[in-house]
């Protein structure tokens, strides 16, 4: 069996490549590794201190914004500015991360009152790692263990042997290390090929350190553009850069992932709501969503509410509304209202009988007479001011 503590000694005295090669080959032979299969879909968590900033415009404001890390940003550093850490050498991109926010932001060390973009990685392939966990409660591997566990301190050299006992491990096979928090009772991993995760589209997030019971907790933080109350019409970008734009491109990809999540989310609300108790929330769902690009399927769903209560007036009035169109569009409007509650299937088949076309050209007609008087009256409060 290993003499670990003269393993210890090998590697801070001798030759590397000749330690890396006789530890190989008694590894190979000689210890039995406990492993773990981390599986596809299985989710770690990456931080990294602040966050990105993006000149904006909104409106005539023009202004900077604090956005969390995203896509390369927040995932590994490029091999040049790859600091050594626990099992990467410097100028070695391994891929770090963790199982819960708490754990990762005890990991980057955030402070109080600092902030931190956070953000998830989903594994796109099997692989078989290194299970440290397993290693404590083995009495034959528990030195080895301390050694992989062991905290770094200002005047020791801990590093140095984790780093070639993880160059070992790469060399026999396997694809990383599963191992505890020494902050935390949270897990870490390190996977040696990166390209083993994906980043998650839309997970990045802002956390504040906050001060609670004597220790730094994170605080999810309201992204700073949101602030701006009309940020979904109004914000606009410098794109001073290709990949500046590209960024915010991104943003704005990101505003309407979390409108629709949102909107999934007040819909299923409603729909586990009696139906006397909907038409409430159906007004609030109306008012969230009034200007954002839900707004259409917003405006129909209540209609469609209508429409099935046999409420025709309503419901095609709301039909109407969604589909905003200009006086010069008016003349489509009735064949564009009766295409939509025609083909839209959850409105019941017994309201789609020979009196729809009727509703809706009475209805359509009293729009466009209240649209013109309400025009008229704007027109002669001008004139008259």
């Not at 670990?4 to 006789?22: H, S």
């Not at 039909?319 to 409105?347: F, G, H, P």
């Amino acid at each position: 069996m290993i003499d670990f503590k003269q393993l210890e000694q090998d590697i801070l005295t001798r030759n590397n490549a000749e330690v890396f090669e006789k530890y190989l080959h008694i590894f190979k032979e000689e210890v039995k590794i406990p492993t773990t299969v981390v599986s596809v879909k299985t989710i770690g968590l990456r931080g990294r201190k602040k966050c990105d900033t993006f000149k904006v415009s909104f409106d005539d404001y023009d202004t900077e914004i604090e956005v969390p890390y995203f896509k390369k940003a927040i995932g590994v550093p490029p091999e040049e500015l790859a600091p050594g850490s626990r099992y990467n050498k410097d100028g070695i991109s391994y891929l770090y991360l963790t199982s819960d926010i708490e754990t990762s932001i005890a990991e980057i060390r955030l402070e109080l009152n600092e902030v931190c973009s956070i953000a998830d990685f989903m594994c796109n392939q099997d692989g078989i790692y290194v299970d440290v966990f397993q290693m404590k409660e083995d009495v034959l591997l528990q030195d080895l263990y301390q050694i992989l566990m062991n905290p770094k301190t200002c005047n020791d050299r801990i590093y140095e042997i984790t780093q070639c006992l993880s160059d070992i491990f790469k060399a026999m096979g396997f694809v990383g290390i599963v191992y505890p928090s020494t902050l935390t009772q949270g897990r870490n991993l390190v996977c040696f090929y990166p390209e083993m995760f994906n980043f998650v589209l839309y997970s990045d997030r802002v956390y504040k350190g906050v001060l609670r019971d004597s220790r730094i907790i994170p605080v999810s933080q309201l992204d700073q553009f949101k602030r701006f109350p009309n940020y979904r019409k109004e914000m606009y970008s410098f794109g001073d850069t290709e990949e500046k734009e590209e960024a915010f491109e991104y943003i704005q990809d990101k505003i309407y992932h979390e409108d629709e999540q949102n909107y999934k989310y007040r819909c299923n609300e409603i729909f586990n709501m009696p139906p006397i108790n909907q038409e409430i929330l159906l007004n609030q769902l109306i008012k969230e969503f009034e200007k954002t690009h839900l707004r259409k399927i917003a405006y129909q769903l209540r209609g469609t509410y209508y429409m099935n209560l046999g409420e025709y007036k309503k419901g095609i009035w709301d039909y109407i509304i969604s589909l905003n169109r200009c006086e010069s569009q008016w003349d489509t409007l009735i064949e564009s209202v009766k295409e939509e509650v025609i083909n839209n299937v959850a409105i019941s088949n017994q309201h789609k009988g020979e009196e729809l076309d009727e509703n809706i050209n009475a209805t359509c007609n009293e729009y466009f007479r209240v649209c013109k008087e309400r025009n008229n009256r704007i027109i002669s409060y001008l004139n008259n001011h």
